[in-house]
């Protein structure tokens, strides 16, 4: 017999918060919210100060399955080359879902307009670390300037998460050749 | 002596619509928009059939204007290379100002997740414009791949409004290299 914990209100909050500004946008109401968590809005004031905290939590709550999902495993033996290849893969194969709709945390500073809202504290944090992944990379493969090599991918990055998003872009036969245009130029081969 | 025509009521509400939707998202009220063009909303309501019409209507207003601070003259003499980095340059140029927020063609498909809707439709109409340009350039220019290099570009060309709009990167020492980088790629010297 197995024992599953039903999902608490705060859990519920997040994870609606979540998806369903991941679909529809930062715009989505307090009422949906709510109604979407099978919360009242009484609880949701009792458990977050206020939606844009709830957004911010609930954006720092997926911040380690979105890494998992994009990053190779810390002890994957490939070259640093074939580790940044490998965010962009996810990257494209992620896009193919019908539900895709870009990079959460590029969308979210997008919308929201404002960096110094929590929400977006915690977007340009996330994707920092993922800039830095790329940073560490460079560097240990020897790239010539591992500093633009860094800037250089998480523009793609955000480029093509944005244009996949937008259905604009299918990605294949796109990111991988432009990545390994840029390796080959900062001389990681 | 000057005369100057005053805007009309419709030329207000296009302006206010394209200035607040920019500037705040496409999440602007009809309250504020009136208010902002000093228009009542039943003279708004009868000049546009909703606001998704006046939003799409103040997109397409923009167009020639959006393209003619990017794109070079007609009848600009210098090479097809040239031309490509002449757009990227002046991106870089308007990134610095501190009231840009992103390509405003990207940021509604992003914030609208909607691709059906009339203001979508009118931007991806128009960055299709933007992505034909660089087709037609790489291909005069004898590009080894003139579909791959204007999808390249257009993709670092909405990565970096992106960032930029975000304040995550200023562009400067990124754009014009990576750009460079897949012009000689595409054996566009």
């Known amino acids: 017999m197995t024992t599953q914990t039903k999902p608490t209100p705060r859990e519920r909050l997040l994870e609606a918060a979540a998806t369903l500004a991941y ?7 307090v009422e949906a919210l709510c109604k979407a968590a099978g919360v009242s809005k009484r609880s949701m004031y009792q458990l977050f100060e206020s939606k844009d905290d709830l957004l911010a939590a609930s954006l720092e709550r997926r911040a380690a399955s979105y890494a998992a999902r994009l990053l190779p495993e810390a ?10 290849l490998h965010v962009f893969e996810q990257l494209e194969s992620q896009a193919g879902a019908p539900e895709f709709h870009g990079c959460a945390y590029l969308a979210v500073q997008i919308e929201l307009k404002d960096q110094s809202h929590p929400a977006s504290r915690v977007a340009h944090q996330v994707k ?8 560490g990379e460079a560097e240990r493969g020897g790239a010539s300037d591992p500093d ?5 991918l998480i523009l793609v990055f955000d480029g093509a998460s944005a244009r996949a998003g937008i259905r ?5 036969g796109l990111i991988v050749p432009t990545v390994a245009t840029l390796l080959d ?3 990681m081969h």
């Open 168 to 172: 604009a872009d299918k990605l294949t």
């Open 148 to 152: 633009l090599l860094a800037r250089q």
């Open 23 to 29: 679909r529809e946008g930062v715009g989505v109401g």
């Open 128 to 135: 920092g670390n993922l800039t830095a992944f790329f940073r």
């Open 75 to 84: 002890d994957d033996p490939r070259s640093p080359r074939e580790r940044i």
């Open 185 to 187: 130029a900062a001389d």
